[in-house]
């Protein structure tokens, strides 16, 4: 009997060491990132950026490795190797869209994470997003110009296979497109990208929490007057109550700022674990789910200045909400991924009984790794921030000094920056932008609708 | 001896498994025509600009030219826009149309503007250190009589796996003299793409 006991015991104590073992392997995507959250509400992208390439990655999350490497780059301001990382990701893209069946099978025994990472709808669309803003801040116009027509045929086939997506329509990719066909003096197509930003804004107003921005407002009537379709021109100054005339006053002659503002970082995804009665079996199976929590540190917006023989100021619009498209993506997955939980716990909970009656040991062991092996799926590109805002203004062409005033809820001033000796050549369009991460208070889970 | 072979045994089959680990290289001829992702490549490249120059060369311009000057055509290569879905290294494009060009025998080439300002540094230079011999004037530049522009246009077309690239090269050979265009190259390709839904 007592023989019988230390025997039991050498036999369980592995069983824990193996539990532990797991658990500890285990740790969900989200949690691994903790360090460069910290470094980047600190204003310390570079530390970030050494704690990333410390970090081990696991082959399957390398699509996250190059898209949080790209951001970082580009916040020191490295934008050719920012672009060399997305390039990289979009290869990691292309190469696994196919579905991998032993990956599924995988996916189907021990958790979601198994799979190859190649990133939301919108992740995939931000990354054309950040190169083309990338080759603008390099002066390569034509190089950003690729990059769009690729978001194009990104847009495409989304719309192709999920035609009533919301991620078909990404209104700021539109908007952004107009802009740099602008750039290249090729007004139709500005034209008609200014149309469907303005058609994708309209449709999206609600999904997105977003207002038409006003700079898009102007940009349809000075480019429908360009085109020469002086009817839209005339619908439009009715339409959003602005006069042509006013406008083009102001951008007469005049050299254009482009500035983009990224503003906070884009919601992070915890696991939530939970018993659930299986309706195929009727017993309790636990299952581990995503959730998404805001990180609380964004800012209102901005103002730039530029102190001239006149001034010259403005401030920036929400033009893309990518964390709340981050929460609908979410929100459309969740039946889906409940579902396969579900299904994978109860054929877990299966093997764990069926190995318990031939011996109870082996059973518990099962079951142990079972139940650790079950972790949510938390993985998403954690850098992004949670909204892009943009201004454009309209400045002499030289060199001058940018002040940037972050404003908070009541247009109070939080903080100032000073960009000096910006240049800007004579009829040209300049393009800058600035990223704010700081002082995050992460807080409460943000409700599904 | 047996100890001998033992060891051969062995080594043999460690060489044979770090073979098989290692990256493999094999050599193949830039003539070979290898598509891989079905984005443009060095096969387009090479193609594209040797039958554009030879078409250049054959049309009614050349022979103009000839009759009215006497002398062959001199041309410069100016931008080559690259307007479509993939970025394109456009340098050895340009790199290959310079190449057909020159190997023609038909036409004289000059710098582009950014090797020619190189070069006047260079003329610069010896005006000071180089001696009177072998020093050579500024003012002897040879002017170009046309420049050779173009663009590099894509349309895509997806349904589901499948991909229809279709790439149109233009180029416009224009009189430097009086802003003529006299001559205007197309060349197309189109590329069907099948990517499998499943993968191991």
């Known amino acids: 009997m007592c023989h019988h006991r230390i025997y039991q015991t050498a036999l369980i104590l592995p069983g824990y060491i193996l539990l532990l073992l797991l658990l500890n392997g285990c740790a969900s ?10 470094s980047l509400f600190n204003h310390n992208p570079a530390r970030a950026l050494e ?44 190469k696994f869209s196919a579905s991998s069946i032993i990956e599924e099978g995988a996916a189907f025994f021990i958790n979601d994470s198994t799979r190859v990472y190649i990133g939301s709808p919108v992740e995939q669309v931000m990354l054309h997003i950040y190169a083309a803003l990338n080759y603008l801040e390099l002066k390569q116009t034509d190089s950003a110009r690729v990059e769009i027509l690729q978001v194009d045929t990104r847009l495409r086939s989304f719309m192709q296979s999920d035609p009533d997506s919301p991620f078909s329509f990404d209104p700021f990719a539109r908007y952004l497109s107009g802009i740099i066909y602008e750039d290249l003096g090729e007004w139709s197509d500005a034209m008609i990208a200014y149309r469907k930003a303005y058609e994708a804004y309209l449709a999206h107003q609600e999904l997105y929490h ?44 005049q050299s254009e700022l482009i500035f983009t503002f990224h503003n906070g970082l884009a919601p992070i995804k915890k696991e939530h674990s939970m018993q659930m009665l299986a309706p195929a079996t009727g017993r309790f199976v636990r299952i581990s789910l995503p959730a998404y929590y805001e990180r609380n540190n964004r800012i209102s917006k901005l103002r730039i200045k530029i102190r001239d023989k006149d001034h010259y100021s403005t401030t920036t619009e929400l033009t893309e909400n990518i964390g709340y498209l981050a929460i609908k993506t979410l929100e459309d997955h969740l039946p889906a991924i409940t579902a396969r939980a579900l299904a994978r716990a109860v054929a877990k909970d299966k093997i764990a009984k069926d190995s318990g009656e031939k011996n109870q040991l082996f059973g518990l062991l099962v079951n142990i790794a079972g139940v650790a092996t079950e972790r949510a799926d938390t993985r998403s590109w954690l850098t992004l921030p949670d909204e892009i805002q943009t201004a454009r203004l309209n400045i002499p062409h030289g060199k001058h000094t940018l ?47 | 001896m047996k100890n001998i072979s033992r060891q051969f045994i062995s080594v043999f089959f460690t060489t044979l498994i770090l073979a098989a680990c290692g990256t493999q290289v094999s050599r193949v001829d830039v003539e070979e025509k290898h598509d891989l992702s079905g984005a443009w490549n060095d096969t387009d490249s090479r193609l594209v600009s040797e039958e554009m120059i030879t078409d250049m060369l054959g049309r ?56 020619r300002s190189e070069i006047r540094d260079e003329r610069k230079d010896q005006d000071l250190h180089a001696t009177e011999s072998s020093r050579k004037a500024m003012g002897q530049e040879r002017g170009a009589d046309y420049m050779l522009k173009g663009s590099i246009n894509t349309i895509i077309d997806v349904d589901g796996s499948t991909q229809l690239r279709y790439y149109q090269v233009d180029l416009n050979l224009i009189s430097l003299k009086n802003n003529r265009k006299v001559w205007l190259g197309q060349k197309k390709i189109k590329k069907v793409i099948k990517n499998s839904k499943l993968r191991f």
């Open chain 1, 29 to 38: 995507y989200s949690q691994t990132h903790h360090s460069i959250q910290q």
């Open chain 1, 51 to 94: 704690q990333l390439e410390k970090n081990s990655h696991s082959n399957n999350d390398l699509f996250l490795y190059h898209a949080d490497k790209a951001i970082l780059l580009r916040m020191l301001g490295r934008y050719k190797e920012s672009n060399i990382e997305i390039e990289h990701a979009k290869k990691i893209i292309k």
């Open chain 1, 210 to 253: 977003i207002e038409i921005p006003g700079q898009l407002k102007e940009s349809l009537i000075l480019m429908a007057d360009m085109v020469g379709l002086k009817t839209e021109r005339k619908k439009y100054e009715k339409m959003f109550k602005l006069k042509f005339t006013d406008l083009n006053a102001a951008q007469d002659k």
């Open chain 1, 403 to 449: 002040a940037i005033e972050l404003l908070n809820d009541n247009n109070q001033i939080v903080s100032q920056k000073r960009i000096e000796n910006i240049q800007i050549d004579k009829n040209k369009k300049l393009y800058l932008s600035f990223h704010w991460a700081a002082n995050g208070i992460e807080h409460g889970l943000i409700k599904q609708h």
């Open chain 2, 60 to 115: 009614p311009w050349y022979r103009t030219h000839s009759k009215a000057h006497k002398t062959v055509p001199t041309v410069i290569v100016g931008t080559i826009r690259n307007l479509s879905h993939e970025h394109i290294n456009l340098n050895t494009f340009v790199a290959d149309i310079e190449r057909a060009m020159i190997n023609s025998g038909k036409i004289d080439f000059v710098a582009s503007s950014q090797e």
